[in-house]
């Protein structure tokens, strides 16, 4: 796969290019082909003299940009759901033009052994108590959007519009997005002004696909 020898990776920084812990993707979107690598738990690979020679991954996944095909069932990818990561990010040039118009990426505790369309793949946790992969989690109505500003109302908006997509386990309600100085005045603006979970509602599956 073509990934560049100093693609970022999450977790990592200019100080620490290489973090030892966490999921440690990488998105690379290859120019000329339209196509899209994903790796999880990413690892450059040095030779003696420090140059990356190879990068290993504990999971990839390739996708076509131009199509809307999906993996094969029952398939992971960099998320254990089975989804492409990029398309659910958050951008913060996509939030300050005021309109997102998609579904954003988000990850929960636990995972039911069983996923929803467009996830292909399952959790571990047995019981319908639990949320499967792909479900679907819209902020409500009665949530003011009014009460946000700049980049940060139009993250309320998608929320009540397009909602989030559940595609990893992680974090309780965390939604992901590119790292970004310019968020700060919309992570104040939620810090003051919380969502929690409490705030959305789970939008009715369609046919749920359980695993055994």
């Known amino acids: 796969m073509p990934i560049p020898p100093r693609a970022d990776i999450e977790g990592g920084s200019t100080e620490q290019p290489d973090p030892a812990s966490g999921d440690r993707h990488v998105i690379t979107v290859q120019r000329g082909t339209c196509e899209l690598i994903e790796l ?15 990068w290993r991954a504990a999971s990839s996944a390739r996708w076509r940009l131009d199509s809307n095909a999906l993996r094969p069932r029952g398939w992971t990818s960099a998320d254990a759901a089975g ?17 997102i118009t998609h579904a954003l990426r988000f990850t929960l505790p ?11 793949h399952c959790g571990s946790t047995s019981g319908a108590a639990y949320p499967a992969y792909g479900m679907r989690f819209r902020l409500k109505a009665s ?9 940060a109302r139009a993250i309320v908006v998608a929320m009540k519009r397009y909602g989030l997509i559940y595609a ?12 970004d100085v310019r968020w700060a005045d919309a992570l104040d603006q939620f810090r003051d002004r919380p969502l929690d979970g409490s705030r959305f509602e789970v939008v009715r599956p369609g046919r749920i696909t359980i695993c055994r």
Request: hydrophobic share 40%.
């Open 110 to 120: 636990r995972a039911r052994n069983a996923y929803v369309y467009p996830a292909r």
């Open 143 to 151: 949530v003011p959007s009014r009460a946000y500003t700049g980049a």
């Open 83 to 99: 989804l492409p990561i990029l398309p659910g990010l958050l951008d913060y040039d996509e939030a300050a033009t005021g309109r």
């Open 168 to 179: 990893d386990q992680g974090s309780a309600m965390y939604v992901t997005g590119t790292a």
């Open 40 to 54: 999880y738990k990413a690892k450059r690979v040095v030779d003696a003299q420090g140059s990356v020679v190879a």
